[in-house]
């Protein structure tokens, strides 16, 4: 079975930075990618990365994200600097196995001086 959790949230001033991580086990090398959900908006996908380590970004968060991967323990981190206001959410990480979807539980990013 296929589990996701995700840790690294916090409350942080506008500027600061986080480290997210998401552990997975069940499910080694896929596809990754990291959504977030502020509340009263839809989920958006904010970056993805390959097995291969192919990487993509939302682009009103390129320069400031940065997603990688871990293989030999199995995580996935979105790195934030240069917080914004904006950039408050919960993130989830996502991926596909086996033609399912799964997702973490999330962590939530608070921006606020």
């Known amino acids: 079975q296929v589990q996701l959790v995700e840790s690294g949230g916090g409350l942080v001033q506008p500027g600061g930075s986080l480290r997210l991580s998401c552990a997975a086990s069940?499910?080694?090398?896929?596809?990754m990618r990291w959504y977030r959900q502020a509340p009263g908006k839809e989920r958006e996908l904010v970056a993805g990365i390959s097995s291969g380590g192919t990487t993509s970004y939302l682009d009103s968060v390129k320069g400031r994200f940065s997603i990688s991967r871990d293989n030999a323990k199995n995580v996935v981190y979105l790195q934030i600097n240069n917080l914004k206001v904006e950039d408050a959410a919960v993130y989830y990480c996502r991926t596909v196995h086996a033609g399912h979807i799964y997702w973490g539980p999330g962590t939530q990013v608070t921006v606020s001086s």
């Open positions: 069940g499910s080694y090398g896929n596809d």
